[in-house]
């Protein structure tokens, strides 16, 4: 009774991360509906404001792994506050009009939201049975891809009707004030101290058993390729292209880039669930890639063909494979070290999308209010984008399967 109790706590603690985790999205998606604004605010070139806001993945990237270890050597409590708190921070700095604000704030959002996938993964997998737990991380980045539908949909015609930059970005460190204090409440403590040392060795060792671990480069190469057209694409310079190069009002390019990560709000549980109910990651990861690349083919290729809205929500609910690699690699590495692999594969993802993100906005996004045929401007920027989720179709072949039904294969040989 006292181990389901305890199961019990985790799972509310679990439930207040996922809100930590949508408005974390939120935080991270809502700048593609205020480019205009915070380029008047920071004054600086939109160019300008997309460097600023890209500052998120350098610090996302590599204080995850700071987060994954956390959470091993420490459980879930204190890390997991401690997060909140400086994305609450990094959002009333980001507030202040000032270029230094800017790059400060969004740092630290970066820095905080590295807990929050991290910690509702761990929370998750102490509360839920190993059964579920792939449907369990599906259900988590449904919300954290409602909430960057949020940050788009919703929050968009608030900036386009007047909000100011500043109350919004004061109003949302608020409420995530809100959330730290009652993860603070609900979340149990753990005693690790019998786990872990305290030598700085012994704090790497997690990271030793996943990075000597191949499959952890593979699925973390995956999901970083398959994150690079919703995070950079849709979740920052969408709604810009489809102004420019395809003439949409600001409202209908504000649809049509809020419909991927609802979409994703569809595809992650689904996803998750078919690969939980047959035991396999690889085929709904692969099939996953492959509807990805025809949805967003058509956009590209025949774009008369779909209406763009509809296009754009199979795009996004294709695009939910993108986190079977994050249960392949917990269960291609050992439970002891399930906080750092999440952490590893957060790490790989967004490094990936740090370094393609300058390159995509160097290429294309620089170009987009100059470029004299649009058309053609947005087929270059759509065949960098195909090419980047074919090379993750190629790596999901190679992948190695750890799905359940496999293991049970195995079992049935040896008997």
């Known amino acids: 009774m006292k181990k389901r109790s305890v199961q019990s706590a985790f799972i509310i603690s679990w439930i207040f991360g996922c809100v930590f985790y949508f408005l974390q999205y939120v935080v991270r998606s809502s700048p593609a509906v205020m480019i205009k604004e915070l380029s008047d605010s920071l004054g600086v070139t939109a160019v300008g404001v997309s460097g600023i806001l890209g500052t998120y993945y350098y610090t996302y990237a590599s204080v995850s792994l700071i987060a994954g270890a956390a959470f091993d050597r420490a459980g879930a409590k204190y890390p997991i ?41 761990y929370l998750a997998s102490r ?99 398959l994150f690079v057209p ?49 035991g396999r990651r690889k085929p709904v990861l692969s099939g996953g890639i492959c509807l990805m690349l025809i949805s967003f083919g058509q956009v590209v290729f025949l774009p008369d063909l779909v209406s763009l809205p509809a296009s754009m929500l199979l795009f996004g609910i294709a695009s939910g494979a993108a986190m079977i690699p994050y249960t392949i690699i917990k269960e291609a590495n050992p439970d002891k070290v399930k906080g750092s692999a999440t952490g590893a594969i957060n790490f790989l993802t967004f490094s990936i999308t740090a370094l393609i993100g300058p ?57």
Not at 253 to 258: E, N, R
């Open 359 to 415: 390159v995509f906005g160097s290429r294309h996004g620089k170009t987009l209010t100059t470029a004299i045929d649009h058309l053609a401007h947005f087929k270059e920027a759509g065949i960098f984008l195909l090419a980047v989720m074919s090379v993750a179709l190629v790596v999901s072949l190679i992948i190695k399967e750890t799905g359940s039904a496999t293991h049970q294969s195995k079992e049935t040989a040896a008997n």
């Open 230 to 278: 919703t995070t950079i694409f849709a979740m920052t310079w969408g709604i810009a292209f489809f102004q420019h190069d395809r003439n949409l009002s600001y409202v209908g390019a504000v649809i049509a880039s809020s419909m991927v990560p609802l979409g994703w709000v569809i595809g992650c549980p689904l996803l998750g669930w078919i690969s939980d109910m047959i």
């Open 81 to 121: 506050v401690i997060g909140t708190a400086i994305i609450c921070i990094g959002c009333l700095i980001f507030a202040v009009p000032s270029v230094f604000t800017g790059n400060t704030g969004r740092l630290l959002q970066g820095a905080g939201s590295a807990f929050a996938f991290t910690g509702c993964v």
């Open 127 to 225: 509360g839920f049975s190993a059964k579920y737990i792939a449907t369990a991380i599906g259900i988590t980045q449904c919300m954290g891809m409602l909430g960057g539908s949020a940050g788009q949909f919703v929050i968009g015609p608030l900036i386009h009707n007047g909000l100011s930059v500043g109350v919004f970005w004061t109003a949302i460190g608020i409420v995530l004030g809100v959330v730290c204090v009652l993860l603070l409440i609900t979340t149990p403590k753990e005693d690790k101290t019998a786990e872990h040392t305290s030598s700085v060795i012994s704090v790497l060792l997690p990271y030793k058993v996943v990075f000597t671990n191949i499959q952890s480069y593979l699925s973390g190469l995956i999901s970083g390729l």
